[in-house]
């Protein structure tokens, strides 16, 4: 079995994604936390593994993959015997069709305008957290002033 290693920030939705699915199929993996709050997720380093600088990555035996339907694509075929897609193609289709919609048009909205406006925005501690984030989030908060 190969490798595995996770980087990623925690708290991210698509980080735990990954690692759920990792441990629902009870595979060894190390999570490397890569702070996507303290510009750590930008740094070279961490660029040379994902150049578009997004959490999660995961390393395989020294190859790095990112985007995280793929990643769980392959996890799901290697740790955990496709158990956690559906085997006729028409449900694949419509399986991705759902993960499709959830990153193009779901997620933008849910984090960028629930979690972060009102959530992150209200919890007043948080808000050097806001401050730290890339663009967009800079716009919420800079908004909000
Ligand atoms: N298309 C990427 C999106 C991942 C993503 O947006 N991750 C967020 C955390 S939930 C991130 O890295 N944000 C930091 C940033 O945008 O600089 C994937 O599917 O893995």
């Not at 740790?79 to 399986?95: H, I």
């Not at 919890?123 to 919420?140: E, Y």
């Amino acid at each position: 079995m190969a490798t595995l290693t996770v980087y990623g920030t925690p708290i991210s939705t698509y980080v735990r994604t990954v690692r759920l699915l990792l441990e629902g199929a009870g595979a060894d993996y190390t999570l490397k936390n890569v702070s996507i709050f303290n510009g750590e997720s930008q740094s070279a380093d961490y660029l040379a593994k994902n150049p578009f600088g997004k959490v999660p990555t995961l390393e395989v035996d020294g190859t790095f993959l990112y985007e995280t339907n793929a990643i769980v694509e392959y996890l799901d075929a290697v740790v955990a015997n496709r158990r956690f897609s559906p085997s006729e193609l028409l449900l694949q289709a419509r399986m991705r069709q759902i993960m499709a919609i959830i990153d193009s048009y779901l997620y933008p909205l849910a984090i960028g305008t629930i979690v972060i406006q009102r959530l992150l925005w209200h919890c007043k501690s948080n808000v050097s957290i806001l401050r730290a984030q890339p663009p967009t989030s800079q716009v919420f908060s800079q908004s909000l002033c």
